[in-house]
């Protein structure tokens, strides 16, 4: 009996040492990995930026790291907006600006009175990307807005000429949960349906939100409508209200105020 004991005990010991020095190697390469993890995060958010301003094409294939990295740092800007006022926020590195974590914390965002997206909190200040021609002359506005699709929270990069008023594109990178249902809410990432975008204003001429997500043939063949997604009715509502909030009072509305002023000079 006390053999089986002493067995049983060792046999118990092992085990857990052995969790013990596992979950150290595993704790350790977490850490390890992080800052890998970290720049692999950061290109990827770069290639997508790249994407929305028409600089590189993904469609074709991968594109690699340095070609990712050499256009991003030749031809784009971030920056750091506060949007309370829409003027700039100097001082900090808007590469690395972690709006997500920036929102969760109540000291530097606020919950939104009209949460027509459902974004729950927004952070003060967001980052916005300015991107240049080789003349240095600006040529595209791109600002990220995001909001609640069928499933999850889409993330997407909204690609504006310099009148912050005509789109160059809206490229989706990002499902955060379950993801939309594909072959429907997924169907944001089509390059057909990304196309309608090309070109399509986003104001009316008395500066009213006047864009329309929508099954309407009429609106969405006008300068104003882009045609809703067949059969996800809810994801094209999504985009609708990201739009609507991000372009709004509580979103962009002020820095694209005083940049149609020459905030951006």
Not at 21 to 41: D, G, H, M, W, Y
Not at 235 to 241: A, F, K, L, M, P
Request: aromatic share 10%.
């Amino acid at each position: 009996m006390a053999s089986n004991k002493d067995s049983f005990g060792r046999t118990l010991f092992i085990v857990v040492g052995l969790c013990f020095i596992c979950s150290i190697f595993v704790s350790a390469a977490a850490v390890l990995l992080r800052p890998t993890q970290e720049q692999n995060k950061l290109l990827d958010k770069q290639k997508y930026i790249l994407e929305a301003a028409g600089l590189i094409d993904t469609s074709k294939g991968n594109v690699g790291k340095e070609q990712v990295l050499n256009t991003y740092n030749k031809y784009v800007e971030a920056k750091v907006v506060n949007l309370a006022t829409g003027d700039w926020v100097q001082g900090i590195d808007a590469n690395t600006f972690d709006t997500k974590s920036e929102a969760r914390n109540p000291k530097t965002s606020f919950v939104p009175k009209n949460d027509v997206a459902s974004v729950k909190r927004v952070a003060n200040d967001q980052v916005v990307y300015l991107v240049r021609d080789d003349a240095g002359k600006l040529k595209t506005v791109i600002l990220p807005i995001h909001g609640y699709g069928l499933w999850s929270t889409m993330y997407a990069f909204l690609a504006v000429s310099p009148d912050l008023n005509t789109v160059q594109s809206l490229i989706y990178y990002d499902f955060t949960g379950s993801g939309e249902t594909p072959g429907l809410g997924g169907e944001v990432q089509n390059p057909k349906w990304i196309a309608k975008w090309t070109g399509k204003k986003l104001f009316d001429d008395q500066g009213n939100l006047a864009i329309k997500v929508t099954k309407n043939p009429a609106i969405a063949s006008s300068q104003y409508g882009v045609d809703a997604l067949s059969g996800a009715t809810l994801t094209s509502n999504g985009v609708q209200h990201s739009l609507s909030f991000w372009l709004g009072n509580e979103g962009f509305a002020r820095f694209i105020e005083k940049a149609r002023n020459g905030g951006l000079s």
